[in-house]
């Protein structure tokens, strides 16, 4: 019985201790969200993967702090191991210096939003030749390359917010808006536009993210990849319980 006692004991002082040794882990994330307009108590997108991100790592035991990056010096602190961790769609250019989970973890979509009279479009393509409103910092996952090509003579309006993309929109300014799901959604739920319609133009796969300079870098994205498994990751992204 002395010996049981003795050994969980031990078991837990090592758990204890390997938590503490644990380096702490920044979270990389962009200052602009593809989820919210909503505003946390900083005035900062209210990213609800910072939520997910606090449930992983507190059940693996990990110390971590979140910092928001504009995207190129997100991607540059990823690559130089500033940052050891984020979740993004997938990036070939950061495959070299960080590990992914073999499935994603949360996913979006990227959507046209139009008005009824204006032709679906169910590829990028198709916004050749089109005026096409888009929001200031985003690349839309590449497929600004293709927009401001001048070959596919896209008219090309910027806005500075998703909401005063829409207005455009209701003002004719242009024909679509190019736009995530989540800003688009509670914009047009705050102000909705008559007869306003979307195509998905894409789904968009959301993935943990590693370096693998942080120590024993498979094990610990294999411990993160098990506890996502076990999580109501929707729930947790809703804000449920908050």
Known sequence: MILSGLAAVLVLVSSV????AAPEIEY?????SVWTIRLDQRG???NPLLRLAAVLFAKAGIPWHGQSYPASRMFESLRDGRSQFSMLVQAPSLRDCCLW???PIASTELRVYRTAEQPPIARVEDLAGKN??????YSYAGLSTFLKDPGNNVGLTVAATHSGAFAMLDRDRADYVLDYAGPASEVLADRPIPGAVYDTLSRLDVYLVLSKSY???PRVMAN?????ATLDVDA?????GR
């Open 17 to 20: 201790t390997a938590a503490a």
């Open 132 to 137: 096409v409103i888009i929001i200031r910092g």
């Open 44 to 46: 900062e997108p209210d």
């Open 28 to 32: 990389a994330y962009p200052d602009q």
């Open 101 to 103: 989970s073999k499935d």
């Open 215 to 217: 120590p024993d870098a």
């Open 224 to 228: 993160l990849e098990a506890i996502a």
């Open 236 to 240: 947790i992204l809703q804000g449920a």
